[in-house]
T-cell receptor, first 115, second 113 residues
């Protein structure tokens, strides 16, 4: 079983829709949670970075973390064709131990927003 | 403001050849990470440098792989005797502290003929 599970999709939505992307994880040591967006043949671009449980909003994007359920979500409001990309969730441990901050990624969800 | 830079962007080579990739992190970042990403998968951690010290290596990093960061600035990743299974995107990331987010370059795509 992978430490981080993410539905690969693909997910196709009309322009203006609300998109919900999710990841589950098994390692309770994860304390930092991220969402990256990756366009074809490009590197991952950081969208959201959160610590522990709670919500964080940035423009059309909202990240939610529920540590009790080991479940994180990314919501995209008023989706645009330019949002079409692969979305990757990523996590890392908190301080202490021998971990130096390496990221553990989900498989990525392919999103297409059509006009 | 320059981000993480990787060179070359694409490398095509024959099986059995050696290849070397370069990563230039964001200038004030003392931490540098290498990841490998295969088609349809998320990136997987390979190795980590803090300044010039290589502090962590994944089991994915076989003895054919070696990474260096001699002056604590740019880093190189070398693969010796390449195999078909080495075909992937090799990504470099950097940050300025353990609790800071990692910023990625656009990767080097390796194709083995």
């Amino acid at each position: 079983q992978k430490e981080v599970e993410q539905d690969p999709g693909p997910l196709s939505v009309p322009e203006g829709a609300i998109v919900s992307l999710n990841c589950t994880y098994s390692n309770s040591a994860f304390q930092y949670f991220m969402w990256y967006r990756q366009y074809s043949r490009k590197g991952p671009e950081l969208l959201m970075y959160t610590y522990s449980s709670g919500n964080k909003e940035d423009g059309r994007f909202t990240a939610q973390v529920d540590k009790s359920s080991k479940y994180i979500s990314l919501f995209i409001r008023d989706s645009q064709p330019s949002d079409s990309a692969t979305y990757l969730c990523a996590m890392k441990r908190g301080a202490g131990g021998t971990s130096y901050g390496k990221l553990t990624f989900g498989q990525g969800t392919i999103l297409t927003v059509h006009p | 403001d320059t981000g993480v830079s990787q060179d070359p962007r694409h490398k095509i080579t024959k099986r059995g050849q050696n290849v070397t990739f370069r990563c230039d992190p964001i200038s004030e970042h003392n931490r540098l990470y290498w990841y490998r990403q295969t088609l349809g998968q998320g990136p997987e951690f390979l190795t980590y440098f803090q300044n010039e010290a290589q502090l962590e290596k994944s089991r994915l990093l076989s003895d054919r792989f070696s990474a260096e960061r001699p002056k604590g600035s740019f880093s190189t990743l070398e693969i010796q005797r390449t195999e078909q299974g080495d075909s992937a995107m090799y990504l470099c990331a950097s940050n300025s502290g353990r609790e800071q987010p990692q910023h990625f370059g656009d990767g080097t795509r390796l194709s083995i003929l």
